[in-house]
């Protein structure tokens, strides 16, 4: 019998996806299990700094965009840290060297619209 420890343990916080998802194509297999390595350390409760992650204040509190490279081009995965969930805003390919607004503009109403469907 080995001595390795095996857990089961589920990560802290769910994922809510809000838009977008991670398949292949179009990402790349590589890019794929790097999101999804960094979504569940996300969901673990680790705050992620760069170079994977850099803050979004202009979208909202608590938003970040993960930031993932791929052969084909550079990814971008906009989340809000909330205190029970992981929650997905955006998943875009980052072709310029600024985000696109209108996709930032979307994922901060989508925040939004979110918020309100807890309130109410």
Not at 43 to 60: D, F, K, V
Not at 77 to 91: K, W
């Amino acid at each position: 019998m080995s001595d390795m420890t095996y857990s089961s343990r589920l990560p802290s916080r769910p994922l809510v996806w809000l838009q977008g998802e991670i398949k292949t194509p179009p990402f790349s297999p590589e890019a794929r299990v790097e999101a999804g390595v960094l979504l569940r350390r996300l969901q673990n409760g680790e705050h992620l700094a760069m170079p994977h992650s850099r803050p979004m204040p202009t979208i909202g509190p608590r938003c970040h965009e993960l930031r993932i490279r791929d052969r084909g081009g550079n990814w971008r995965i906009v989340y809000r840290l909330d205190r029970d969930a992981v929650i997905v805003g955006a998943v875009f390919a980052k072709t310029s060297t600024q985000s696109p607004r209108p996709e930032l503009e979307a994922a901060r109403l989508r925040f939004r619209a979110y918020d309100a469907l807890l309130e109410g």
